[in-house]
């Protein structure tokens, strides 16, 4: 259950026209009452002899009462009330109950109180409902409607509550503006999968991800072939941008332009400069780390994927440990490089990568002010993502794709405790839907390099020697990961790193120092991934072996007679 306060209005008459006239795009069935503060008021929309005029006197009675010096000019109140879309169809009776909990809940009409202020609730569609009232009391006073907002989310849980309907998590003023009916009843009829707002938006945190400049900013946007409007000062300087959709037009045929406040509040042209502020120290975030490719230089995507995978895993640590500002920025730029791999991923990785960035969105903004600078690393990573060029879906980019998409799943998942631990309901939330998605990808991405490694060690003579050395290494959990399906390919990546020179028990030691790994689905996976990347093996395994891989699987017997017999 969604309420929404809406700005105050001049015309009582306007809003009562709208609320019973077609809709700004023919969506509005049957505009009829479902309740109001009297239940003898006539109805426009399903009493003939009744008209828009005789509800709107009955409405401003009390405005009209004051003097004229007293009249509030602003005095047309508007709430709606939408119902989640999985809920169910709510029934009239239902709808008006619900209006007059929440007129009683903001203030406007408190139960019991016969002077209240007088109101109106119409429906026009089978999922909301919209309260129109007048805030001058019968007694001629103003209504008391201190924290109206908030009184009306709290109604909201409790209703849901009651109805049985989708529990909502209240919101803290943080997120994006929602497409509002007309804007999904547009893209409905245009068949577009979201909104032009949500394209929008989506659009502008791409072109911002990794960004460095405001001409690398809008140049980004102008490529990806949206219509950009800079707002500039008499003085020269830029204040602001709109954005709009080349084919969304208004019935005048002209585009239709949001600036970049009304598509997130992280949008705004300051907010988007805030991203380049310097660190106070320099040195203080880089990714000083050991683990730059031993092997021969892998360039284009699968070098970017493979640095972006050392600045995320060395983000954990910020995430873990860090102040709450420094926190805020990590989890804002890990939105950018969501989306910078979503712009840069493979076809059959692009939809769920996609999906994981949008609601991730969400996630990278709470009332925690980021403090920028200290997110240097990540906001490099996406830049190098970005300007590396489209990954295949293949050999290293693929391979790399998922070691990445593996440790950001991690991240994300780190971001969504924080959350939760600060009580950020909705953010924690859609860190925990970011999170779904990408383990959605991993599995895409990861399916065939996981083939090739589970193909390698198959060899029940590696996998004894391997398994001496996992129970040395990790005694709590070797059974466990001996028991999964994955464990073939971590016994060939053992080998790989002893091939390559390193000690494997050592490795798997560093490897789960710093990380919990209760929240992965298979701990040999995720073991994997981290093993290729402090030894510097490829991600893909079918791109160059090791010297002695040949270790790692036994060699051919002869096809003659005898071993055919035996």
Not at 140 to 148: C, T
Not at 225 to 232: F, S, T
Not at 276 to 292: F, H, K
Request: hydrophobic residues 40%; contains cysteine.
């Amino acid at each position: 259950m969604i309420p929404r306060i809406h700005k105050m209005g001049t015309r009582t008459i306007g809003l009562i026209r709208y609320l019973y006239g077609p809709g700004t795009h023919e969506e509005h069935t049957e505009p009829h009452l479902v309740a109001a503060w009297d239940s003898l008021v006539p109805d426009p929309g399903r009493n003939p002899k009744a008209t828009y005029a005789d509800l709107q006197r009955l409405l401003d009675q009390p405005v009209e009462a004051l003097p004229t010096s007293r009249r509030p000019t602003e005095h047309v109140w508007h709430l709606s009330v939408r119902a989640a879309p999985e809920d169910p169809i709510l029934t009239d009776e239902q709808w008006g109950d619900i209006a007059r909990r929440m007129v009683a809940a903001t203030g406007m009409a408190p139960e019991g109180d016969t002077a209240a202020c007088r109101w109106a609730a119409v429906r026009h569609a089978d999922d909301h409902i919209h309260i129109i009232a007048t805030t001058v009391r019968e007694d001629g006073r103003r209504p008391r409607r201190h924290n109206e907002a908030k009184r009306s989310q709290a109604e909201a849980r409790l209703i849901e509550a009651d109805y049985g309907l989708r529990r909502l998590n209240t919101g803290d003023g943080t997120a994006a503006q929602r497409p509002t009916s007309a804007e999904r009843h547009k893209a409905d009829r245009h068949q577009r999968e979201r909104t032009p707002r949500e394209e929008l938006r989506e659009s502008v945190r791409r072109a911002a991800a990794g960004a460095r400049s405001e001409e690398e900013f809008f140049g980004r946007l102008t490529h990806a072939g949206v219509l950009v409007k800079q707002r500039v000062a008499p003085s020269g300087d830029l204040l602001g941008y709109t954005v709009a959709l080349p084919d969304d037009r208004n019935k005048h045929g002209e585009p239709v332009f949001y600036s970049g406040s009304k598509l997130a509040p992280d949008l705004s042209l300051p907010r988007i400069r805030e991203r380049w502020t310097p660190p106070a120290d320099p040195s203080s975030d880089e990714v000083v780390s050991p683990e730059q490719p031993a092997l021969p230089p892998v360039t284009g995507p699968a070098y970017a994927r493979r640095r972006a995978t050392s600045a995320t895993w060395q983000s954990l640590l910020f995430i873990d440990h860090g102040e709450d500002g420094t926190v805020a920025a990590q989890i804002a730029a890990v939105g950018e490089v969501l989306d910078a791999l979503a712009n840069t991923s493979a076809a059959h990785t692009r939809r769920e990568l996609r999906d994981a960035a949008f609601a991730f969105e969400r996630a990278s903004r709470s009332h925690v002010r980021a403090v920028r600078g200290h997110d240097r690393a990540l906001r490099q990573a996406a830049h190098d993502l970005v300007h590396s060029g489209p990954a295949l879906d293949r050999g290293e980019d693929g391979a790399t794709t998922a070691m990445l998409i593996d440790t950001a799943f991690f991240l994300v998942t780190a971001a969504a405790n924080w959350h939760a631990k600060k009580k950020h309901a909705q953010q924690a939330e859609a860190a925990h839907q970011a999170a779904g998605h990408l383990r959605a990808a991993y599995e895409i991405a990861a399916a065939q390099p996981m083939s090739v490694l589970h193909q390698r060690g198959r060899s029940l003579q590696l996998q004894r020697r391997q398994a001496a050395v996992l129970r040395q290494a990790l005694p709590e959990i070797a059974e466990q990961v001996l028991a999964e399906p994955g464990w073939p390919a971590l016994a060939a990546t053992l080998a790989d790193t002893r091939a390559a020179g390193h000690n494997p028990a050592h490795l798997l030691a560093e490897a789960t120092r710093h990380r919990e790994l209760d929240s992965a689905t298979s701990v040999s996976d995720v073991l994997v991934w981290r093993l290729r990347r402090l030894a510097h093996l490829p991600a893909d395994p079918a791109a160059s072996l090791p010297r002695h891989a040949a270790t790692t699987q036994p060699a051919p017997k002869p096809a003659n007679n005898a071993s055919r017999r035996r």
